[in-house]
């Protein structure tokens, strides 16, 4: 079994910077892809940044030039830096992982429990 952990989440002013962490522990045979989403009241889970473990990175629009998603491969570890929050930003912040199994080739997909992440003056 695999366990993904996120911290990090927290009230913060706009214009203002958090950083969240997700440690990925476990039966780990490789790391394929790490990623962040959010899900805000009343609103579907939507796509904010995923890494591969070849370092390739993909963002939605709407946080293109403020966040920046990176990871630690020998720690399995993926962090989300947020810049120049917005009230809009606010959401429950999940982190996924698509994990090798000892079977070969095959891969499964994670979740993490989520941290909240909330912007306000």
């Known amino acids: 079994q695999v366990q993904l952990v996120e911290s990090g989440g927290g009230l913060v002013q706009p214009g203002g910077s958090l950083r969240l962490s997700c440690v990925a522990s476990?039966?780990?045979?490789?790391?394929?892809?790490m990623g962040w989403y959010r899900q805000a009241p009343g609103k579907q889970r939507e796509l904010v940044a995923t890494?591969?473990?070849?370092?390739?990175?993909n963002y939605a629009d709407f946080v293109k030039g403020r966040f920046t998603i990176s990871a630690d491969n020998a720690k399995n570890t993926a962090y989300l830096q947020m810049d120049s929050l917005k009230p809009e930003d606010t959401a429950v912040y999940y982190c996924?992982?698509?994990?090798?199994?000892?079977?070969?080739?095959?891969?499964?997909?994670?979740w993490g429990q989520g941290t909240q992440v909330t912007v306000s003056s």
């Open positions: 996924d992982a698509t994990i090798g199994t000892a079977v070969p080739g095959l891969r499964r997909r994670y």
């Open positions: 476990g039966s780990i045979f490789g790391m394929h892809a």
């Open positions: 890494i591969t473990s070849g370092g390739s990175t």
